[in-house]
């Protein structure tokens, strides 16, 4: 199916650590990728993307690698801080119409 | 200036009874979303609607019926409530199809 899945649905790390969450997805057709950060509580938010026509994109502590000969996307966090605990998703545009498809989930929780 | 809103945030109903969550996006976007988060933090697609029209309808019982006045707002009522309807439900939002998707917070629903 058009399923994207985790390797890791818990991922412990030491304050100051880098962190890093893994996604596989399984279609290969998907362009379009994203890393949502769901706190408790909250609803998820964008983080950052990537395109299929990129192997990785930066941001602010976080970088996005894609290997598309793997089907594998992970989410680099750098210095990780407290507040960066909550649920990580990855989401591929796998979908009918285009939409956004969202794996399981892995909750990230950062130890002081 | 909340993006993506959705009331009520918190609900406790019977089964057997009928409820609405209404959604508003003020970010001129096309394209809104029904998502069910469960107890696994699975986020589902339910309903995607592109300027009023429905384009996503996935296998969702139809005691569920999405409804979109206009391509700000998009309601959910859902009749004759069952246990297992007890879930997340967020609302969300992306200029067209497949790209970004941004969510509101929540309506944590809970059927007794």
């Known amino acids: 199916g058009e399923n994207v899945g985790l390797h890791l649905p818990t991922l412990s790390v030491q304050e100051g650590d880098n962190s890093i969450i893994n996604c596989a997805y399984s279609n290969s057709a998907s362009d379009y990728f994203i890393w949502y950060k769901q706190e408790s509580g909250k609803g998820p938010q964008f983080i950052i993307d990537i395109r299929s026509n990129m192997d990785k994109r930066q941001g602010q502590r976080v970088t996005v690698l894609l290997n598309k000969t793997v089907k594998h996307l992970s989410l680099q966090i750098a210095a990780t801080q407290p507040g960066d605990s909550a649920v990580y998703f990855c989401?591929?545009?796998?979908?009918?119409?285009?939409?956004?498809?969202f794996g399981k989930g892995t909750k990230l929780s950062v130890k002081p | 200036d909340t993006a993506v809103s959705q009331t009520p945030k918190y609900l406790v109903t019977q089964m057997g009874n009928d409820k609405s969550i209404k959604c508003e996006q003020n970010?001129?976007?096309?394209?809104m979303y029904w998502y069910k988060q469960d107890s696994k933090k699975f986020l589902k697609i339910m309903f995607s609607y592109n300027n009023k029209e429905l384009i996503i309808n996935e296998t969702v019982p139809n005691r569920f019926s999405p409804k979109s006045p206009d391509k700000a707002h998009l309601n959910l009522h859902i009749n004759s409530l069952e246990l297992g309807d007890s879930a997340v439900y967020f609302c969300a939002s992306s200029p067209y199809p497949g790209n970004t998707i941004y969510f509101g917070e929540g309506s944590w629903l809970t059927v007794v």
């Open positions: 970010l001129g976007h096309d394209t």
């Open positions: 989401a591929e545009t796998g979908g009918s119409q285009g939409n956004l498809i």
